[in-house]
T-cell receptor, first 109, second 114 residues
Framework: GQQLNQSPQSMFIQEGEDVSMNCTSS?????WLWYKQDPGEGPVLLIA?????ELTSNGRLTAQFGITRKDSFLNISASIPSDVGIYFC?????????FGGGTRLMVKP | NAGVTQTPKFQVLKTGQSMTLQCAQD?????MYWYRQDPGMGLRLIYY???????DKGEVPNGYNVSRLNKREFSLRLESAAPSQTSVYFC?????????????FGDGTRLSIL
């Protein structure tokens, strides 16, 4: 099936830092979605992107749909402790749904 | 306020035992999905049901069967559990199966096969 490369796989953050993660693919997608998963729960939608080049914000989160339709990135500004969790990208092309491997965000003690 | 409900939340099985994971959604969604989540591998689609009465294989269907009992319910069955099926299983639903629909997930079933 289609592959989505999500990076980084994990990262430690200091409270207040900005965070950036991305997903890339060799395939074109019609929709990019970003989810967050808290421990013991299912993923929850953060941002949905529907057009190439689209830049969308949700509070401290900003995501962009790459102009080539093969990539997307998610930025978190001024991170706080409750940002910890696993972030997933999803690429959607017709009937094909593909998830990235996840980025695990942890806070430096 | 329920959304997608999965039962059970945890289960331990012995190799060769059978088990059905239940999923129900109360959002009147047409499409439902079963995923497994393994460390570092994201979510992999096992089976999906685009609408009531239809089911299709996803990326990793071997060893599983599904039933779309009605519009609300979509169950996943392991006929003869194997240790390789130890995973966290998520059910999800969308309004339709079209590409612009975000998914609503349950809280998962943590399954261990000994």
């Amino acid at each position: 099936g289609q592959q989505l490369n999500q990076s980084p796989q994990s990262m430690f953050i200091q409270e207040g830092e900005d965070v950036s993660m991305n997903c890339t693919s060799s395939s074109i997608f019609n929709t990019w979605l970003w989810y967050k998963q808290d421990p013991g729960e299912g993923p929850v939608l953060l941002i949905a992107l529907y057009k190439a080049g689209e830049l969308t914000s949700n509070g401290r989160l900003t995501a962009q749909f790459g102009i080539t339709r093969k990539d997307s990135f998610l930025n978190i500004s001024a991170s706080i402790p409750s940002d910890v969790g696993i972030y997933f990208c999803e690429g959607n092309a017709g009937n094909m749904l593909t998830f990235g491997g996840g980025t695990r965000l942890m806070v430096k003690p | 306020n329920a959304g997608v409900t999965q039962t059970p939340k945890f289960q331990v099985l012995k190799t060769g035992q059978s088990m059905t994971l239940q999923c129900a959604q109360d959002m009147n969604h047409n499409s439902m999905y079963w995923y497994r989540q393994d460390p570092g591998m994201g979510l992999r689609l096992i089976y999906y049901s685009a609408s009531e009465g239809t089911t299709d294989k996803g990326e990793v269907p071997n060893g599983y069967n599904v039933s779309r009992l009605n519009k609300r319910e979509f169950s996943l069955r392991l006929e003869s559990a194997a240790p390789s099926q130890t995973s966290v299983y998520f059910c999800a639903s969308t309004v339709t199966g079209q590409s612009n629909q975000p998914q609503h997930f349950g809280d998962g079933t943590r399954l261990s096969i000994l």
